[in-house]
C-alpha cells in the first residue's frame, strides 16, 4: 500500500482537504493519505470542516500535526503545498511541489466579491423565475458567499461578521424552503404516504406551500438588503475596509 503524505505550514485546510479527499476516493487497499504541517494550528479551520461536510466526508475527528522527518520518512510521497523549504529532508523520498498561493487579504477579497457576483446573479434568475431548481442554486452560490465572506471579517469584525450572518441566516431560509421542496415530491410520488396517515392531503400540502411561500419571501427581502450594492462597489468597500484595518499581511493560519 502506498503512503502519500499531503504538507503545508499550519495543516488546518488545504493539506487537510487533500489527504481526505484521497482517502476517500482511493482504494484503501492500495493508498492512503496523511496530512501535516511544518507548524500546525490548533485545529482545523471551521470553514474546511464545513465545506468537506457538505461532501459527505467528516472532518471532525482530525486534528493539525507536526511534519516531522520520521512521518515523512514512512511516506511513498510527499506532496508540499507551501512549506517550502520547511519540510524536512528525507534521501529518496519523492517530493512533488503543489505551488498554492497564500491566502493573503487580496486573494480573500477577491474570491468574496466573485462569489458576491455569483450569488447576486443567481438571486436575480430566482427573484424572476421561483423555480425549485432556481431557488436551490441560489442558495448554494449563497453558501459560497458565506464562507467568503468569513475570510474577511477580521478586516472589521463589527461590520463583516454581522454580513456573515445574514448571509447565513439567507442560505437557511432557502434551504428550509429546499426541503419543503422535497418534502412535497416525497409525499405526492407514487409511495407517497400521504393515504396513509390519514390526515386531509389537501390540507397538510396547503400548509408545506403557504410556508415555502413564506420562506421564499423572506429570502427575496433579505437578498435584496445583502445584495444591495453592485459587485463592483462591494469591491471597493472590502478593499477600504482591509486598508483601513492596516492588515496587508497574509492572512492569520491561511494554511
Request: charged content about 25%; some cysteine.
Amino acid at each position: 500500500m502506498k503512503t502519500i503524505v499531503f504538507a503545508c505550514v499550519h495543516n488546518a485546510g488545504r493539506s487537510q482537504m487533500a489527504a481526505a479527499w484521497l482517502n476517500h476516493l482511493a482504494d484503501p487497499a492500495h493508498a492512503r493519505a496523511i496530512s501535516a504541517g511544518t507548524s500546525p494550528a490548533e485545529r482545523i479551520h471551521p470553514e474546511v470542516m464545513a465545506v468537506m461536510k457538505e461532501v459527505g466526508i467528516d472532518l471532525s475527528g482530525a486534528a493539525p500535526q507536526k511534519l516531522t522527518v520520521e512521518l515523512a520518512r514512512g511516506a511513498d510521497l510527499l506532496v508540499t503545498m507551501g512549506c517550502g523549504d520547511k519540510c524536512p529532508y528525507v534521501p529518496g523520498l519523492k517530493v512533488e511541489d503543489w505551488p498554492l498561493e497564500d491566502i493573503g487579504w487580496a486573494t480573500a477579497r477577491r474570491g468574496a466579491v466573485n462569489s458576491y457576483r455569483r450569488a447576486r446573479k443567481a438571486g436575480s434568475v430566482a427573484v424572476e423565475r421561483p423555480t425549485a431548481e432556481n431557488l436551490h442554486e441560489w442558495r448554494k452560490r449563497v453558501k459560497d458567499h458565506w464562507y467568503h465572506q468569513r475570510l474577511l471579517e477580521e478586516a472589521w469584525p463589527t461590520v463583516l461578521a454581522a454580513q456573515a450572518e445574514e448571509a447565513h441566516a439567507l442560505s437557511d431560509a432557502l434551504g428550509g424552503e429546499h426541503d419543503l421542496t422535497v418534502l412535497v415530491q416525497r409525499l405526492t410520488g407514487s409511495d407517497g404516504p400521504l393515504s396513509d396517515l390519514g390526515v386531509d392531503g389537501d390540507e397538510v400540502l396547503e400548509l408545506v406551500a403557504r410556508r415555502r411561500a413564506e420562506l421564499a419571501e423572506a429570502a427575496t427581502q433579505l437578498g435584496r438588503r445583502i445584495f444591495a450594492e453592485s459587485p463592483k462597489a462591494y469591491g471597493r468597500r472590502l478593499k477600504r475596509y482591509v486598508r483601513a484595518a492596516a492588515v496587508e499581511e497574509p492572512l492569520a493560519q491561511a494554511a
